[in-house]
């Protein structure tokens, strides 16, 4: 079962029996059809899952609401108050926090659920590990934040933003770039590169350690097998710490965007 397991989840390319680690061509799958002229892979495919059980979830635990909430709507109102109070709340405070709450949600969950393929069996790759999604997402939250500052005061959120208060004057010739760099091009650089490269290697190591697995056990044999046992425990361990990940950089995402949105719509940062 293990074995079985192990090759659908990273099936070894066997030529001459030597081992073949994975590589960036992961990401980069063969194309499946054309819709539109648009070309789709497989990778596309999952994305496209995600996106349809995000929406169902919440469709089928928001549709038939009561007073007295069963275990599917007690999960996603669980779901929904987590990103609510822990992420918009605490930051935004109220009044910003539910007005922001629909962006930040749904990048909480998008992010969760493409994520989150990358452990499933039979997909086992995460929709946001070609750079498409993270960087979509990280434009969204680059206007999100510059609308909530020039919608809250123009000239404040310019001038707050590339020159902060208590610099000399003088200064201001090398903290103004600086400042121009962190906050207009650094950031969502950074909340593409993050997501999208956690993603990434955490998908080529657990194509790695099932693909050995696959190579000591079927390939190898003998006391090789031995090794095998240690690659597939390792597996399964990396397998839990990915489902942490997936969560952790999806709040992790919501958080920054939210991070983003207070520096903006403060008065003086």
Partial sequence: MFTQAATLIAPTAEDGGEFHAPSINEFFPDVITTVLGVPITRIHL????????????FWLGTRKMTVIPGRFQSLVEMGLGFVRTN???????????????????????????????GVI??????????IAVPLTLAVVSYVTFIYAGLKKSPGKFLKNSLFPAGV??????????????????????????????????????????????????????????????????????????????????????????????????????
């Fill in 87 to 117: 992420i918009a709340h605490d930051l935004l405070g109220k009044k910003d926090g539910d007005r922001f709450l629909p962006i930040l949600t749904t990048m909480f969950f998008m992010i969760l659920f493409m994520n989150i393929t």
């Fill in 168 to 269: 000399p004057w003088p200064i201001y010739f090398i903290v103004t770039p600086i400042e121009f760099i962190s906050t207009f091009i650094i950031r969502p650089i950074t909340l593409t590169l993050r997501l999208l490269m956690n993603m990434m290697v955490g998908h080529l190591l657990l194509v790695l350690f099932f693909s050995a697995t696959s190579f000591f056990l079927l390939t190898m044999g003998g006391w090789w097998s031995i090794l095998a046992a240690g690659s597939l425990a390792f597996g399964f361990a990396f397998t839990l710490f990915e489902i942490l990940v997936a969560v952790l950089q999806a709040y992790v995402f919501a958080l920054l965007t939210a991070v983003y949105i207070q520096l903006a719509v403060a008065e003086e940062h």
């Fill in 46 to 57: 999952i994305q496209i899952l995600a996106t349809i059980a995000v929406v169902l979830v």
């Fill in 121 to 130: 069996p039979f997909l086992n790759i995460a929709g946001t590990a070609i």
